[in-house]
Nanobody, 122 residues
């Protein structure tokens, strides 16, 4: 059974760092790609970052490029999202996703975690 469990969210100040982690079942971890989306209050779900199964190809949205880093930990079956220089506009519920049906940039992944709240105060 596919399962994604996020952890690491919280309340931080602008400029701080936070690390999100997503634990996956082995089958899910071997999906073609995994990634992160987020949904801010009153807004649509937004692509944040993605990583291919190989772990050597990554993608980022323009708004987080240079500040966020996605990585796979094959020993733990997790993907992590290191978030640096956080801004108030990064406030959102962050969702771990796996196995895209079409494009990695579209919110049509087969598997979604329950989400973890990230709040950045100014």
């Amino acid at each position: 059974q596919a399962q994604l469990v996020e952890s690491g969210g919280g309340l931080v100040r602008a400029g701080d760092s936070l690390r999100l982690s997503c634990a996956a079942s082995l089958r899910t971890f071997n999906s073609a790609a995994m990634g992160w989306f987020r949904r801010a209050p009153g807004k649509e779900r937004e692509f944040v970052a993605a990583i291919y199964r190989s772990g050597d190809t990554t993608f980022y949205s323009e708004s987080v490029t240079g500040r966020f880093t996605i990585a796979k930990d094959n020993a733990k079956n997790t993907i992590d999202l290191q978030m640096n220089s956080l801004k108030p506009e990064d406030t959102a519920v962050y969702y771990c996703v796996a196995n895209p049906r079409t494009s990695i940039f579209r919110a049509d992944y087969d598997y979604w975690g329950q989400g973890t709240q990230v709040t950045v105060s100014s």
